[in-house]
């Protein structure tokens, strides 16, 4: 393969037999697509599922983030995701920074579910996926996403084999979408999407992510007549203007029109431009953020290729300068450098809109009219939730394995119930004050001689019988002396310089 996709350079194929599907039928018991289409243990997957170096490039540029960081993340994402309407509506800067710093591969599933609103849909539209699955759908879309499903990410171990679970998910969702917006059909620039989407999550959520991705992110990419993508065409140029002049003015002299070198770009989501490892690094800020990451990463790409007159010089014409754009550097694509670059780049959702609305009306005055009306674009997770506001059931956490614990025996129930019952009971128990028989240098008064120590409370919580006075009690000795606060008791007796024996102590304080 000439072309160069997901940072992938063409590898030996020879080993890559096709199967008929029958013969995928009979071979059904094999564990895996690739064992089924001749990927034996020589050949072995990347940790991002691509095959026998499919993906070399994202090896090198990955960051490789040390467990004990990891584990800290996945804490932090795990108590946003538990109360993710408090951190969207209060710390959503806080969000937009953990996107940007990368999402744990682990959850990166279910927070993209979240970030695109697509978890709010689903819980919305409940049963929806499976009455769409249901139906046969349009014969002319079934055929042209047939004819696709093996193009995308053919190296990657869910979708190497035809017929294989992964193609089938993928023909399931897109086939689903096609009945969800008859108007809109299929474009192939969809399926890319759809199978990063499978990557991470069930085909259910996938096909919420697709539609909302398509509908409040990227909308009218994939109506008919590609209106939407030629309108951004036009605002990335612009925008290039401020970014890089030089680029600017190059490729205004040899009159290249944003559609031949962006369509790709925008409409994938670059999935199949950047490096694994860039790629995902992206999309967590681009579901984050909204269109405005798609732009600066456009924006990065441009002013590193073509941003210094030494380059320019490189590529003097038309040609030379597509055959550029099409091979892309590998250093400008690696996963540090660009994200730093897309930080940087100083363009905001604000800048976007403005030139939108400048482009639209210059769109207007020489085309006329759009014919397709999208709906308005969103940019970014909170924007989506505030124009959506969830309920609080459709934010929860709905776990996909349930496990039923075996109920403990009667006698042994009963036996933990009365051990509770009894240490209640002792609780409830308050201990008896007893005062201390000695006198202190502080006190008034003397207190009463020493008498017996008083029998513990007894277990029905009766108080013990009062000793009867004598004659000879005086009547300030028949009153006992009040007690003292535990505090000023406790500093009275660090004052006092009476020795006490350890019986003593441990009998009366």
Not at 452 to 469: H, I, K, M, R, T
Request: glycine share 6%; with cysteine.
């Amino acid at each position: 393969m000439a072309k160069t996709e997901n940072g992938r350079q063409p590898v030996d194929t020879r080993s890559i037999r096709t199967i008929s599907s029958s013969h995928i039928d009979d071979e059904s018991s094999l564990g895996s697509d690739s064992e089924i289409n001749g990927f034996t243990s020589d050949r072995q997957t990347d940790k991002y599922g691509f095959i026998g170096g499919a993906q070399q490039h994202s090896v090198e540029s990955a960051q490789d983030v040390p467990p004990e960081v990891l584990r800290q993340r996945e804490v932090k994402w795990l108590d946003m995701l538990s109360h993710w309407d408090k951190w969207m509506n209060k710390r959503f800067n806080k969000v937009r920074l953990r996107c940007q710093k990368g999402i744990p591969p682990a959850l990166r599933g279910r927070a993209w579910l979240y970030l695109s609103g697509g978890k709010v849909k689903k819980e919305q539209n409940h049963g929806k996926f499976q009455e769409l699955d249901s139906q046969p759908g349009e014969p002319k879309w079934i055929d042209v996403i047939e004819k696709d499903l093996h193009r995308q990410f053919p190296f990657h171990e869910m979708f190497v084999s035809r017929g294989g679970h992964g193609q089938q998910d993928l023909f399931r969702v897109l086939k689903a979408y096609t009945l969800y917006k008859p108007e809109e059909g299929y474009c192939q620039a969809q399926a890319p999407i759809a199978a990063v989407l499978l990557m991470h999550m069930p085909a259910e959520d996938a096909f919420w992510g697709l539609v909302q991705i398509c509908e409040k992110y990227l909308p009218g990419y994939y109506s008919p007549g590609l209106e939407a993508i030629q309108l951004d065409g036009e605002i990335l140029f612009a925008l290039l203007r401020r970014i890089s002049p030089l680029a600017f003015r190059h490729l205004e002299k040899y009159k290249i029109d944003p559609i031949l070198y962006m369509t790709e770009w925008f409409m994938c989501a670059f999935s199949r431009t950047l490096p694994w490892a860039s790629v995902l690094r992206v999309w967590d800020m681009f579901l984050c953020d909204g269109v405005k990451i798609i732009f600066r990463v456009g924006l990065v790409l441009l002013k590193c290729m073509l941003g210094t007159r030494e380059k320019l010089k490189a590529c003097q014409g038309m040609y030379e300068t597509m055959e550029l754009l099409r091979a892309i550097d590998q250093r400008y694509m690696q996963e540090a450098f660009l994200v730093r670059e897309i930080l940087e780049i100083p363009v905001t959702a604000r800048d976007v809109e403005r030139e939108h609305h400048s482009q639209l009306k210059r769109w207007k005055k020489n085309r006329g009219e759009i014919n397709f009306k999208s709906p308005p674009r969103m940019h970014g997770a909170r924007i989506v939730m505030l124009a959506e506001p969830p309920r609080r059931q459709d934010l929860q956490q709905n776990p996909t394995i349930i496990l039923e614990m075996p109920q403990p025996p009667a006698g042994l129930k009963k036996g933990k119930e009365e051990r509770k019952s009894k240490k209640k009971s002792k609780k409830a128990q308050l201990p008896e004050e007893i005062p201390n028989p000695y006198p202190l240098p502080t006190d008034p008064s003397p207190p009463p001689p020493p008498m017996d120590p008083p029998a513990p409370p007894s277990a029905n919580n009766v108080l013990p019988e009062v000793v009867p006075q004598t004659e000879t009690d005086s009547p300030h000795q028949q009153k006992e002396p009040p007690a003292e606060p535990p505090a000023a008791k406790e500093e009275a007796l660090q004052q006092s310089t009476q020795s006490l024996s350890s019986t003593e102590q441990d009998t009366y304080l």
